[in-house]
């Protein structure tokens, strides 16, 4: 049976004070939680975070990276950056890093890989417009991203890819796909994995939903069949909500 894992996406927000003051809070809401729990924090707050986080259960995530190693890139921070300060998950592919900052399926591709080179853990997100919904491409576009995506990675390194299904329409706007809905689609995520892994591959890697998880939805989601957690926006700053979230099942 799959863990479930719970990851906090703080987006940008919170100082280095804050971030301490957080998991002050948060650590002893979660100590017996079966789940898995992290927080992906702001690169100003990841080392404030990964002190806060010893002697935890919470691991630590950053939100995005360069795939180069090193470089003239102004600005950008490498893999082995954040493997050096003890950082183990990363965020690729946000639907906020499509929009605002021209992420495609190619650059999602080249950093999942130089992650997996460096044994930091992605989470690779993808997911459709409402728009796309509505047309009936919605199968299409997210089958397209997990194909491109994540071409080419070996079977050891998918079984440490965490996919997060995030429908575009409800990430920050209070709307959330249906438990059947999101269930439908992260069927057809696992379904487009069987077919490159096998299905005994496919049915071990976690694949969570993400789009305005909150505690009043939390377990009724969590409690589907094929989804694994949930990625958590704005619901992760605030750790009693948060932490209501991580034990909601």
Known sequence: MRKKVIAGNWKMNKLPNETITFFEELAPLVKNTKNEVIICAPYTDLFYAILSAQNTNIKIGAQNMHWEENGAYTGEISPQMLKSIGVEYVIIGHSERRQYFAETDETVNKKVKAAHNVGLKPIVCVGETLSQRESGKAKEIVTNQIKSGLKDLTKNEIMSTIVAYEPIWAIGTGKTATKEDANETIKWIREELEKIY?????????????????????????????????????ASLKPDEFAKIVNAI
């Not at 909150?214 to 949930?230: R, Y």
Request: a negative charge; glycine letters at 18%; hydrophobic letters at 30%.
């Open 198 to 234: 096998g299905k005994e591959n496919a049915d071990k890697v976690i694949i969570q939903y993400g789009g305005s998880v909150k505690s009043e939805n939390a377990k009724e989601l969590f409690e589907m069949s094929d989804i694994d957690g949930g990625l958590v926006g704005g």
